[in-house]
C-alpha cells in the first residue's frame, strides 16, 4: 500500500496510527475520535463516570451497544477454555484472594475462579447483570475489538486499503502485505522474528514479570528432566483485532492445542529459557543464531 | 471461526537453532525515532559544548550569510533545535507486576538520531537475574536482530518497555533542547 495519509494520534493512553491508500477526510477523522470516545466512556477503569465505574459502585443492569455481545461470548469461551484464569473479573477474583480494599491479604476460601463469574455476573446479548458491586475489565480484548470498530468505520467510509495500529495491535486490509517486526521483549530496538501481515489483525503480549512472579524459571522438572519455562511473550494472528487481542494474553494461560480447538488463528509464544513455539502455519521467520 | 486446518496435535515446540527460516536481511533506518527531529525550533541561547571557556561562544555564527532574522547567539546551524552528542537517560514502565526500568541512549547530530542502544534495567533482583538469563537465552537460541538492520513496515511488541522507551526519549529531548 503507497501510504497517501497518516493519521496519529494518542487515545486510551496509547500511540495510535492509521495509515490509509487516501487520506483520511476530516469527518471520518471526527467519527474515529467520537468512537474512541464512546468506547472509552464505556469501558474505562479509571474514569469515575463510567458505565463500568457504575458497575463496580453498586453493581446493577448495564445495557451495552451491539458489539458489547461479541465481547461478552469471547470473554465465555475463554474463560471456560482457561478453566477460569481469564475473566473480565480479574478485580474481584484477586479480592476473592485477599487483596481486597482492606489488603486483609486473607483469602475469603480457596481460589475458586469459576464460581466467580456465575456468582457474580449474567452477560447475555449486550446486556450485563451484576449482582452487587463488580469491576468488569475487559482489558484484555477490548482494545482490540476497539481497532476492529475503527476499521468498520473505515471500511464503511468506503477505504480498501488500511493499516490500523494501536501501539502494537494492528488490523490490515488491502492488497499488498506488510512485513511485521515481533519485538524483542525485552529490548525496543530489536526484533527476534517478522511475520507477514495481509488482510488480518495482529496482536502481541508480553510480560516479565508474569514469568518470573510464579517461581518457577529455571527449575527443573523432576519427572521429565526438563527445564520448566514459562511464556514470556506471545503474538497472534487473526481474522479480528478482538479475537488476536485476547489469544494473545490466553496464551500466557492455556496451551495452544486448546485455543485451537475453538480458535482459527497463528501464533508464536517465547518461552523464559529462550525457546519458541509456533503455529505450523505461520508466515513468517524467526531469527536463529 | 471454527477449528484451524492444522489440528492441536502440529503445533511443533522446536528450540530455535536451526538455520531454517532465516530471512534476507536488507537495510534500512527503522528509527527516525520519536519525533526528535521536529518541534519548534528555538533559537538555542548557548552554543553546544561543555567546555564553553575555548568555544566562541555567544559570539553569533560569525560569516552567517546574513539570513538577516538570526539575532544574536545563533549556534552553528541556527534552526538546529537539539544539541549534538550522546544522550542516557531512563525510561519507567509499568508491568503486571511492578515498574520496571529501561535505559536508552541516544546519539544526536544535527537534530537527526543516528544511534540508539537501550539496556534492560530491572530494579527487582529475582527479575535482574532472571532477565540476563534471558538475554542470554535468546542470544544463543532466539537472535534479536536491531530494528534498523530490519526491513519492516511495522513492529508489534510490548507496549510495556515501549511506554519506558518513550518515556526515555521525551527526557533526552528536553535535556538537549538548545
Known sequence: MAVGGSFIFEAIGTRWQIDTAVALEPEVRAAIAGLIEDYDALYSRFRPDSAVAALAAGGGRLALPAHGAALGRLYQKLYRLTNGSMSPLVGSVLEHQGYDALYSFTPKGPPAPARVWDEALDWEGPVV???????????????????????????????TEFLVDASGDMLHTGATALTVGLEHPYDP??????????????????????????????????????????????????????????????????EPEVLAAEFAFDFVQVFSDGHAR??????????TP | ?????????????????????LHALAAASLLGVAGCA??????????????????????????APASAEPTEAAPA????????????????????????????TLTLEKDVVTAVTTEPMPSNPTAKLY??????????????????????DKVAGSSLTSGG????????????KL
Not at chain 2, 1 to 21: H, N, Q, V, Y
Not at chain 2, 77 to 104: H, K, L
Not at chain 2, 165 to 176: M, Q
Request: proline share 4%; glycine share 12%; with cysteine.
Open chain 1, 278 to 287: 509456533f503455529s505450523p502455519t505461520l508466515n513468517g521467520a524467526l531469527f
Open chain 1, 189 to 254: 530496538a530489536r526484533a527476534i522474528g517478522t511475520v507477514q501481515l495481509h488482510g488480518r489483525a495482529l496482536c502481541a503480549s508480553a510480560s516479565n514479570r508474569r514469568a518470573w512472579g510464579d517461581g518457577l524459571h529455571h527449575v527443573i522438572d523432576a519427572r521429565t528432566g526438563t527445564s520448566v519455562s514459562t511464556v514470556v511473550a506471545t503474538w497472534v494472528l487473526a481474522a479480528d483485532t478482538m479475537t488476536a487481542d485476547a489469544l494473545a494474553t490466553a496464551l500466557f494461560l492455556a
Open chain 1, 129 to 159: 447483570t451484576a449482582h452487587g458491586p463488580v469491576t468488569l475489565d475487559v482489558g484484555a480484548a477490548g482494545k482490540g475489538q476497539l481497532v476492529d470498530l475503527v476499521g468498520g468505520l473505515l471500511t464503511d467510509a468506503g477505504h
Open chain 2, 38 to 63: 521536529g518541534t519548534a525550533p528555538s533559537p538555542g541561547s548557548e552554543p553546544a559544548g561543555e567546555g564553553a571557556s575555548s568555544a566562541p561562544a555567544s559570539s553569533a555564527a560569525p560569516e
Open chain 2, 1 to 21: 471461526m471454527k477449528d484451524l486446518e492444522a489440528g492441536p496435535a502440529d503445533t511443533r515446540t522446536r528450540s530455535i537453532t536451526g538455520k531454517r527460516m
Open chain 2, 77 to 104: 546551524a541556527s534552526d538546529q533545535a537539539y544539541e549534538d552528542g550522546d544522550f542516557t537517560q531512563v525510561g519507567s514502565y509499568v508491568s503486571p507486576g511492578g515498574t520496571e526500568e529501561i535505559g536508552v
Open chain 2, 165 to 176: 522507551f518513550a518515556e526515555a526519549t521525551d527526557r533526552i529531548k528536553s535535556e538537549a
Open chain 2, 131 to 152: 532477565q540476563e538469563r534471558f538475554s542470554g537465552g535468546i542470544q544463543e537460541e532466539i537472535v534479536g536482530k536491531k530494528l534498523d538492520e530490519l526491513k519492516v
